[in-house]
């Protein structure tokens, strides 16, 4: 069976500072994707990005950056220089074929990141 | 109109009302899918449809009745709801390409559909 953990609750930061959010997963497929959601308080998950599970190069993307390391089973997410506009609930998902050939993806219980003024 | 769309974002109703939300992409994708998202809660799946088949029903309570009549419509009806069903609806949708080695979709979500159960 597929897990997603996100064992970070809640984290609050002041606006500026860096903060990482931590995702770990478990799956027994070798072929799987993992995603990062934002949702802000409009309830619309938003995709920021995607990784398959032969790549595991790191990825940046303006102040956003993803470590993915399958050696310890992350995909952890930090904001650099964050701002009061990434305050919002991030979201880890595993998506990994189902019997039937189709995706079924799992998601984590979300972290709630507030960035103070 | 691009992307999903959720109606109506918002809906209050006693347990013995029939309600249905509605949901529509026009992404030109194949797969649609309704979540639910309750406080402090993962978000949970609930229904599954490829190509306009129900490929998964997540032990959902029968009070629930999804409906999709074709690839960009899906609805999810409601009746005689209990007040723990209170919850945001979510409906997200993919395009799904079963049988390639690598199926890269992501899902994309509509806002949501706000439930209140009196």
């Known amino acids: 069976a597929q897990k997603v953990t996100q064992a970070q609750t809640e984290i609050s930061v002041v606006e500026k500072e860096d903060v990482t959010l931590d995702c770990v997963y478990e799956?027994?497929?070798?072929?799987?994707?993992l995603f990062w959601y934002k949702q802000p308080p409009s309830g619309e998950l938003v995709f920021l990005i995607r990784?398959?599970?032969?790549?595991?190069q790191n990825e940046i993307s303006g102040r956003y950056s993803w470590n993915f390391q399958k050696s310890t089973s992350s995909f952890n997410f930090t904001i650099t220089a964050s701002q009061v506009v990434d305050s919002a609930v991030y979201f880890c998902?595993?998506?990994?074929?189902?019997?039937?050939?189709?995706?079924?993806?799992?998601f984590g219980t979300g972290t709630k990141l507030q960035v103070i003024p | 109109e691009t992307g999903v769309t959720q109606t109506p974002r918002h809906l209050v109703m006693g347990m013995t009302n029939k309600k249905s939300l509605k949901c529509e992409q026009h992404?030109?994708?194949?797969?649609m899918y309704w979540y639910k998202q309750s406080a402090k809660k993962p978000l949970e799946l609930m229904f599954v449809?490829?190509?306009?088949?129900?490929?998964e029903n997540n032990s959902v309570p029968s009070r629930f009745s999804p409906e999709c009549p074709n690839s960009s419509h899906l609805f999810l009806h409601l009746h005689t709801l209990q007040p723990e069903d209170s919850a945001l609806y979510l409906c997200?949708?993919?395009?799904?390409?079963?049988?390639?080695?690598?199926?890269?979709?992501?899902?994309?979500f509509g806002e949501g559909s706000r439930l209140t159960v009196l």
């Open positions: 997200a949708s993919r395009l799904n390409t079963p049988g390639l080695a690598f199926d890269t979709g992501e899902l994309f």
């Open positions: 799956t027994r497929d070798t072929t799987y994707y």
């Open positions: 990784r398959n599970s032969f790549d595991e």
């Open positions: 998902a595993l998506s990994e074929r189902d019997s039937g050939g189709y995706q079924k993806v799992t």
């Open positions: 992404l030109g994708h194949n797969a």
């Open positions: 449809y490829n190509f306009k088949e129900q490929t």
